[in-house]
């Protein structure tokens, strides 16, 4: 009598448990695999539509995977995206638009998402529904400056340039970097505002005092031909800067304006300030400079008066460094003694 | 009788010189057809060339000089761009520096500001204002032309047809030139299969993407089956 019903025949126990020599491989299970092509299907027969309810029947059944997709999953934007696009490609606007304010529902912090959704409006035409958006995509999203480099855009290339400084004055409302003020100041300058340009420059250089930018400044009234303009920027730098802060850069743009000006004698008194205002460790560039600048245009005592005060001071240095190096003694002594002060021998003795 | 045969020899001799005359008209006449005809040749054989054949002639003599110069230069020892460099006038190699200046080399991908930004600048730089209607806009709105953030513009301004159609056209070129950013790979038939189907596929090649160059020893052992 038997207890259960044997559903398999009894398989014979295994008494050999050593592997076989020849054992098979991953890789070779997997190639095999894709050799027997098991999961190949065919292509689905390819339709052509030809009539209303084909239509409606294509994409009752496109919407319907569409929705499923994002029932599954629906933080994935892409999904969002692609269905918008169909639907944009389908030309039903208004469903594209819904889809698109349902996924700003999910993620309204997504950049991609309000890009293509203006994008979608523009491309049908529907330039106030852009504008709307626009609006809406700086309020929620300020500091996303692609967004307002693709609406002051759109507004220039509708010809609405009141529209465009209107959106340039409320980005820089909020202080962004400096390639946004650049962007700005170039605006102005292709419609010629030079006025306009300066002021903010003025605000630009406020919001990021670093050099550069004041070198900037002084370079477009230079370009525009404002001569007086750009020494008063430079001379306010220097103003604003004061000894700390200050920066050798800053001195050698001034004093090359004034050699590009013919004004040798105010670029000599522009070093010589620089030189005695600045801390030693960071004029290099300046006594170069300082040097080309009087071989160009000094005379001979010029010359050696400069770097007389070069090597000077790099011997002070060296003897400060080092008190018991009576090389350095000896040659700054003799430079001392050249220079024919006797005074100032005599202390150093 | 003397007289005639005088004249008949002078005859014979005036008529041997209007032969000799004619043979040399005769010639030359040969002459100048063979000469006219060579020159017709010639002239149909320019005309059958190529427009730039000049041009091409002087590029190809100038690519053989500047070789020979160059073996010159490397006979002697001396660097050849340097000598080159000796020979153009200054006024030319600032023209020259000036046309090397306007190139705007990739940086690379830093972010998508980054991106957006040199997007911007490069559509920017190739749009014309027109200043005509931007006088007239002026004229026209006063006032709130300059306005500051809270001013309203919202009815003084009115789409034209032209100006909706140029933003759809650079959108459109816009978008164009996106599609073109990321290419197609060929599918590599008889490279390994490591995967089950087409997603790991695509997942496995983003791996070999990320860890590939430093997992290439590993690989290597474990294929070997021992280590180095």
């Known amino acids: 009598m038997e207890t259960e019903p044997q559903k398999m025949p009894k398989v014979p126990k295994v008494k050999n448990k050593a592997p076989a020599e020849v054992q098979i491989t991953a890789e070779q299970l997997l190639s095999e695999a894709k050799e027997r092509d098991l999961e190949i299907l065919p292509p689905p027969p390819k339709q052509k539509i030809s009539d209303p309810d084909e239509l409606a029947d294509y994409q009752h059944r496109k919407r319907k995977a569409f929705e499923d997709s994002l029932r599954k999953n629906r933080t994935v934007i892409s999904n969002w995206i692609k269905y918008a696009q169909w639907e944009e490609s389908q030309k039903e606007v208004q469903r594209a638009r819904s889809i698109y304010e349902r996924a700003l529902d999910v993620d309204h912090r997504n950049i991609i998402l309000w890009l293509r959704y203006a994008e979608m409006e523009v491309r049908n035409r529907q330039v106030n529904h852009a504008r709307n958006l626009w609006d809406r995509a700086v309020t929620v999203l300020p500091r996303a400056n692609e967004l307002w480099y693709k609406y002051t855009y759109m507004e220039e290339m509708l010809g609405n340039v009141a529209g465009a400084r209107q959106v340039f004055d409320r980005w820089m409302e909020w202080e962004p970097d400096e390639q946004a003020w650049l962007t700005y100041i170039k605006f102005e300058l292709r419609y010629k505002e030079t006025d306009r340009a300066r002021r903010i420059y003025e605000k630009f250089v406020s919001v990021h005092p670093d050099i550069r930018n004041w070198i900037k400044f002084a370079r477009f009234e230079e370009q525009h031909g404002f001569i007086s303009g750009t020494r008063g920027v430079f001379e306010r730098a220097v103003e604003f800067f004061g000894d700390e802060l200050m920066d050798e850069k800053l001195f050698l743009a001034f004093a090359k304006f004034e050699e590009g000006q013919r004004e040798h004698d105010r670029a000599r008194v522009i070093y010589k300030y620089a030189l005695q205002h600045i801390p030693k460790n960071r004029t290099q560039e300046l006594y170069k400079a300082y040097t080309i600048h009087e071989k160009k245009y000094g005379d001979r005592t010029g010359i050696e008066d400069v770097i007389v005060s070069k090597r000077k001071f790099q011997y002070e240095e060296e003897v400060k460094a080092n008190p018991n190096n009576y090389d350095a003694w000896f040659d700054y002594l003799r430079l001392v003694e050249s220079e024919g002060d006797l005074e100032v021998i005599r202390e150093t003795y | ?228």
């Not at chain 2, 010639?27 to 020159?39: D, P, V, Y």
């Not at chain 2, 070129?173 to 990321?182: C, D, F, G, L, W």
């Not at chain 2, 997942?203 to 052992?221: A, C, D, S, V």
């Open chain 2, 1 to 228: 009788m003397e007289a005639p045969e005088l004249g008949e020899s002078s005859f014979k001799q005036k008529q041997a010189e209007y032969m000799k005359r004619l043979r040399d008209l005769h010639t030359k006449r040969n002459e100048a057809r063979q000469m006219n005809h060579k020159e017709v040749m010639e002239e149909d054989k320019r005309k059958k060339l190529p427009s730039n054949w000049e041009a091409r002639k002087r590029q190809a003599e100038w690519i053989l000089n500047n070789e020979e110069k160059r073996r010159e230069a490397e006979k002697k020892g001396e660097d050849y761009d340097r000598v080159k460099l000796l020979h153009i006038d200054a006024i030319e190699a600032e023209r020259i520096d000036r046309k090397k200046k306007k190139k705007n080399p990739d940086p690379g991908f830093a972010d998508y500001e980054q991106a957006t930004a040199r997007q911007y600048n490069r559509l920017v730089n190739s749009m014309k204002p027109d200043m005509e209607q931007y006088k007239y806009q002026k004229e026209k709105m006063g006032e709130a032309f300059y306005g500051g953030q809270n001013v309203i513009l919202h009815g003084l301004h009115k789409d034209t047809k032209e100006g909706i159609d140029h933003m759809v056209q650079d959108l459109e070129k816009q978008i164009a030139k996106r599609e073109k950013y990321s290419r197609r790979r060929m599918h590599n038939d008889d490279a390994d299969i490591d995967y089950i189907n087409e997603r790991n596929m695509k997942f496995n090649k983003k791996l070999e993407r990320f860890y590939g160059e430093y997992t290439t020893e590993i690989k290597q052992n474990l294929e070997r089956g021992t280590a180095v």
